[in-house]
């Protein structure tokens, strides 16, 4: 998949829009649609959305995502897309909806395919729709899907219904939603190495700042180099102040700072707590690996 930050030409593609943080069930429907038509027709499929969201620049601040832009990019890679266009929507803002189907959409990708989910609005003040995207089809001679709403039992699937389940730690129905894991990848930090001294060696990762915030706790998680637990949090029991998640890998006894390290995460265990001293911590943690 070929990332790309500036429009070029690039005609008969398959277009996905949308932001697409989570690349959620909802989101996977959307780009699959593009994806599959490109395959049945023989053009290639791109994915149009923006480096960062739009909401960044209408509030002035940006929301917590869900995945880092890295992880977005690779989750879009592994759909099958062909080309990620991550616009700087600023430049964009001030189009209405058909200037923005013309002179961006049109001009630069004549497209086979557009491919929207159920509630995609664009334009300036949200003056387009999937109603006037269908409408334009005929005229510019593309076919248009609109996916519907994806849902878990009667709920629909949504960026802002995940972001409220993680930040209550609500792990496994916001893996269901994303249909993959929710995960945090970094280098390994060097910490205050207490955990060595009480048999429970952690890599220690920085948390992202820019994504949404999981409760202080224990976590059950998949690494890279094996299954382990993490604590997310500010380590009351040793007087700690910041916020850090640190990782024990089961049976893993190599240094790896500096390395790249993968957690994802498969439930939330317990909530942080301050316990009355290492050894009770101890016997937690004995706890809390034997429960997953």
Known sequence: MQILTELNKNPNLSLALGYFDGV??????????????AHKNGNKSAVITFSDHPCCYFWGVCPKYILTRKEREKRIRELGVDYLYELDFESISGLTAHEYLRDVLIKYFTPLSISTGWNHNFGFKKSGNVKFLSEQSKKYDYTYFELPPQKI????????????????????????????????????VKGNQIGRTIGFRTANLIYPPELIELPYGVYSVDTNYGKGIANFGVRPTVNGSNAVLEIHILNFHKDIYGETLRAEFNKMIRAEKKFPSLNALKNQISIDIASI
């Open 153 to 188: 039992g009667s709920e629909i699937i949504s960026s802002t219904v995940i972001r409220k389940l993680l930040s209550n730690g609500h792990i496994e129905k916001t893996n269901q939603m994303l249909g993959q894991n929710f995960s945090i990848e970094g280098e390994v």
């Open 24 to 37: 959620h069930l909802g989101h996977r429907a959307v780009i699959k649609s593009a994806v599959d038509f």
